[in-house]
């Protein structure tokens, strides 16, 4: 994957849309399994979900081929809930708890080896972006987990981050394999009739 510096509106536009997406599908995972995770007497339901609320931030990076694509999705994640307080909101926090996992992800991604991106900046990416965000939560809302709980909380954690890096890789691997977003870039903008109508009067 080639890196590039600047955004682009069509890249704009696709981090907005991943930003939308991402958000309702928490909101959906939360709603519905949620209440299942604390049945059966897992707290956090962020170290057993985390993986799959994570796997969207190198999704935005290798989308747009730009760094920074994380950092903007959290941002625009950030201040979606701040302002919607939609399920997975923690209001002022939401500054801290999720731009600071787009930093965690931004940094994997300034490594590249000889062989380029792959499998393993995913899973490392979702992975310490997922620990860093349940560590974060972890300290505003469960201070009185005992080691043990902490420590299986945290496996969990580790182990959704691997399975949310494996699977935003498929999902990746899947986009480039269908050359959409290649030929969405390649599009080039049309002007408007009415312009098109002024330059031909201009001549």
């Known amino acids: 994957m080639r890196i ?9 536009v696709l981090i907005a849309m991943l930003t939308a997406v991402s958000i309702a ?10 209440p299942a995770i604390s049945a059966l007497g897992v707290l956090h339901a962020g170290a057993v979900l985390g993986g799959f609320y994570m796997l969207w931030l190198p999704l935005a990076i290798c989308m747009t081929g730009k760094r920074g694509g994380a950092l903007l999705l959290c941002v625009l994640q950030a201040l979606l809930l701040l302002i919607t307080s939609l399920p997975g909101s923690h209001g002022i926090w939401n500054l801290v708890v999720y731009i600071l996992p787009g930093v965690i992800a931004e940094a994997v991604y300034l490594y ?16 310490l972006a997922n620990f860093v965000g349940v560590f974060l939560t972890t300290g505003l809302y469960y201070r009185g987990l005992s080691s043990v709980a ?9 182990l959704s981050g691997i399975i949310g890096g494996v699977t935003g890789n498929y999902i990746m691997a899947f986009i480039n394999k269908t ?17 098109k109508d002024y330059d031909d009067n201009e001549k």
């Open 112 to 127: 590249k080896p000889k062989a380029g991106y792959g499998i393993w900046h995913f899973i490392a990416a979702v992975m």
């Open 150 to 158: 902490l420590s299986i909380v945290f496996l969990l954690t580790i």
């Open 4 to 12: 590039n510096k600047f955004f682009t509106i069509f890249d704009m």
């Open 25 to 34: 599908f928490k909101a959906a995972l939360q709603m519905l399994v949620k």
């Open 179 to 195: 050359k959409i977003l290649e030929k969405q870039k390649e599009k080039k903008p049309t002007a408007p009739k009415y312009l």
